[in-house]
């Protein structure tokens, strides 16, 4: 097994491996590699069923189970949430507990191909200037989500540090996304929204974005938390059918996450 980079700032192609029949040193390279490169990808290959993504995805944590009880769901373009356009994010950075691990295997790409576009939020803190991470450092963002698909949730509201560490490594993350960020708590709204936009403009600038083309059954892994993904096109069906199936791991399962954001939004109304 060996890596080959997909671009200067994160990501490896990881190559001379059948992941369907990983070794137990392979796997624990592998976990290694992940927090080296924050996102790996397994290009093209066999398909991979719902069970054996779900077992290849437990190499990096406890899978969870989403708002149906299952550990894995198919994002497709014929249902709102896997077609429309979304801007750079993390899953779940608007809870307590955002998602640690996303995998997914494209099981359906239209004839005019589709992409999934990526940055690192390790590579955005590295660059800043010192005396902007000296700024930064003890500032919380508060992240924040009202579903557009229709799904009945409620409204979820979290606050995180702007420079977030990583649990593994250690490493410094500069937390902030432009789908979720709602404000820096120790700025007023005005100071924050340029400070944001000014974040947002080093994050996703030119040259530090890999834009990922799928092929039929390539798997892709990332660290949620170092990594922001993007919908930057709404993927039409008329071009086709677009699907990938999807295994996450966290902590916490959905359902509590949920349970936690209705409590929330109740208590916030009977203060208001």
């Known amino acids: 097994m060996y890596f080959r980079a997909l671009h200067p700032d994160f990501g490896a192609e990881v190559l001379d491996i059948n ?6 040193p392979e796997i624990a390279q592998l976990r290694a ?4 490169h924050q996102l790996l990808l397994f290009r093209g290959g066999r398909s991979i069923s719902p069970d054996q993504q779900v077992k290849i995805c ?7 189970e989403g708002d149906d009880g299952k ?15 979304l801007p750079f994010h993390a899953d779940f950075t608007y809870t307590e507990s955002p998602l640690e691990v996303i995998s997914l295997h494209a099981t359906d790409v239209p004839p005019g191909g589709t992409s999934t576009s990526f940055v690192s939020g390790i590579r955005g803190w590295s660059d ?19 579903s557009s698909v229709g799904a009945d949730w409620p409204e979820f509201i979290a606050d995180h540090p702007v420079r977030k560490l990583h649990p593994r490594s250690g490493r410094p993350i500069l ?3 432009e789908h979720h960020a709602h404000r820096i708590l120790e700025l007023d709204a005005e100071k924050s929204d340029a400070v944001l936009g000014d974040l947002f403009g080093h994050l996703y600038g030119e040259g530090h974005v890999y834009t990922h083309h799928w092929q039929t059954n390539d798997l892709v892994i990332w660290d949620n938390l170092a990594i922001q993904h993007a919908r930057r096109e709404a993927a039409d069906p008329s071009a086709g059918k677009r699907a990938v199936q999807r ?14 954001a209705r409590r929330q939004e109740a ?3 009977q203060n208001a």
């Open 19 to 24: 992941v369907l029949s990983a070794t137990k």
């Open 33 to 36: 590699a992940l927090d080296e």
């Open 58 to 64: 437990s190499w990096f944590g406890p899978p969870t």
């Open 71 to 85: 550990k894995w769901s198919v994002l497709q373009n014929e249902d709102a949430a896997g077609r429309i356009k």
């Open 128 to 146: 800043l200037s010192p005396d902007l991470q000296e700024l930064l450092a003890p500032m919380r963002l508060r992240h924040r989500h009202v």
């Open 175 to 177: 937390f902030v996304t």
């Open 247 to 260: 295994v996450a791991t966290n902590e916490i399962p959905f359902s509590e996450l949920l349970a936690r």
């Open 267 to 269: 208590q916030r109304r």
